[in-house]
C-alpha cells in the first residue's frame, strides 16, 4: 500500500530536484506537508491512556512521536479532453525521529527558501489602480 520512505538526506536532494524542475518549467506548485506519526511499525509504541478530564489526552504521549514530512507537485495523469501536457505526480515522504528534529529542520527551512528564490513578486499596484478606476467611473 505505502511507499518506502526516503532517508532524510535523499529527501532534501529529491526536494531540491523538484523545486528546480518546476522552476524550469515556469509554473507549478510544491505542496509541503507534516504531521506526527502516530503509527510506527518498527518499534511497538504505547498508547497513552484515555483521562476523562483531559479532552486533548492523546496530544501528550509518553514519549515523543516521529514526524512526517511529505512533498508532491500535486499534478495527476493528463486528462481526457486536455490539450495540456501534465507531468506525472511525484510524491516525496521522510521520517524525522524526535531527536532529529532540530537538525532536520534548519535544513528544511534552507530548502525551502532555496526553493522559492525564483519567485515574482506580485505587482500589487495594477490592481489598485484598476480598482479605484472603476469607483470613479460609477
Given at each position: 500500500?505505502?511507499?518506502?520512505?526516503?532517508?532524510?538526506?535523499?529527501?532534501?536532494?529529491?526536494?531540491?530536484?523538484?523545486?528546480?524542475?518546476?522552476?524550469?518549467?515556469?509554473?507549478?506548485?510544491?505542496?509541503?506537508?507534516?504531521?506526527?506519526?502516530?503509527?510506527?511499525?518498527?518499534?511497538?509504541?504505547?498508547?497513552?491512556?484515555?483521562?476523562?478530564?483531559?479532552?486533548?489526552?492523546?496530544?501528550?504521549?509518553?514519549?515523543?512521536?516521529?514526524?512526517?514530512?511529505?512533498?508532491?507537485?500535486?499534478?495527476?495523469?493528463?486528462?481526457?479532453?486536455?490539450?495540456?501536457q501534465?507531468?506525472?505526480k511525484?510524491?516525496?515522504?521522510?521520517?524525522?525521529?524526535?531527536?532529529?528534529?532540530?537538525?532536520?529542520?534548519?535544513?528544511?527551512?534552507?530548502?525551502c527558501?532555496?526553493?522559492?528564490?525564483?519567485?515574482?513578486?506580485?505587482?500589487?499596484?495594477k490592481?489598485?489602480?484598476?480598482?479605484?478606476?472603476?469607483?470613479?467611473?460609477?
Open positions: 500500500m505505502g511507499r518506502a520512505h526516503l532517508s532524510n538526506s535523499e529527501f532534501f536532494t529529491q526536494l531540491g530536484n523538484l523545486f528546480e524542475h518546476n522552476r524550469t518549467k515556469g509554473h507549478g506548485s510544491v505542496y509541503l506537508t507534516q504531521k506526527r506519526l502516530t503509527f510506527d511499525s518498527t518499534s511497538a509504541a504505547t498508547t497513552p491512556t484515555k483521562v476523562a478530564d483531559d479532552p486533548l489526552w492523546d496530544t501528550h504521549p509518553e514519549q515523543p512521536l516521529p514526524v512526517l514530512i511529505r512533498a508532491s507537485n500535486n499534478r495527476s495523469d493528463k486528462k481526457p479532453g486536455t490539450d495540456r501534465d507531468v506525472a511525484i510524491v516525496l515522504s521522510t521520517v524525522v525521529k524526535p531527536e532529529d528534529i532540530d537538525s532536520f529542520y534548519i535544513q528544511y527551512a534552507e530548502a527558501k532555496a526553493g522559492m528564490s525564483s519567485l515574482k513578486k506580485r505587482d500589487r499596484k490592481g489598485k489602480k484598476d480598482k479605484k478606476k472603476k469607483k470613479v467611473a460609477a
